[in-house]
């Protein structure tokens, strides 16, 4: 089961995101409340959790425990969708795509190379924008500690 949730106390449209990536994923959002990092990845096989670093967002992909991908993100917009709902994520970024592909549905597209698109509830489209890579890590964000 695919699992989102946010940081402790989240702020209102980073809980809309999470809820709407969940839909999205065709998983289940659940709020965090005072649960510990440990605990939340028990809740579910593959968990994101979205939270805030500084001003940037960070989304962290975890399978089975272990930390699959953490996702760095300059901001995101949203706007009405006005084509058909299609499930799952879309990028132009091979190295996002090659680290989601075996636990998300992610597809790679000619969508922005620093571009993650999805489509949320009540016909919002999303586009988040992905922070430039951090010189000499292979993943798109350093690891943060699990305390959050």
């Known amino acids: 089961m695919k699992l989102v949730t946010t940081s402790r106390k989240p702020a209102p449209e980073l809980r ?7 839909f999205s994923l065709g998983g289940k959002y659940s709020s965090r409340g005072k649960a510990g990092v440990d605990e939340v990845l028990s809740w579910g096989d593959i ?3 979205v939270s805030r670093r500084g001003r940037k967002i960070l989304i962290e992909t975890y ?5 699959i991908a953490g996702i760095l993100l ?4 949203v ?7 299609e499930r ?3 990028t132009g970024s091979e190295l996002v795509y090659h680290e989601l592909a075996e636990c998300l549905d992610i597809t790679l597209t000619d969508a922005g190379v620093n571009e993650i ?30 305390s959050s």
């Open 16 to 22: 809309t995101l999470g809820k709407d990536l969940a």
């Open 47 to 49: 968990v994101l959790i």
């Open 63 to 67: 399978v089975s425990g272990d930390l």
């Open 74 to 77: 300059t901001g995101f917009s």
């Open 79 to 85: 706007s009405p969708r006005d084509v058909p709902l």
């Open 88 to 90: 799952g994520l879309r």
């Open 117 to 146: 698109l999805f489509h949320g509830t009540q016909k919002k489209g999303y586009v988040l924008r992905i922070a430039e890579k951090p010189s000499g890590t292979q993943s798109s964000v350093s690891h943060q500690d699990r």
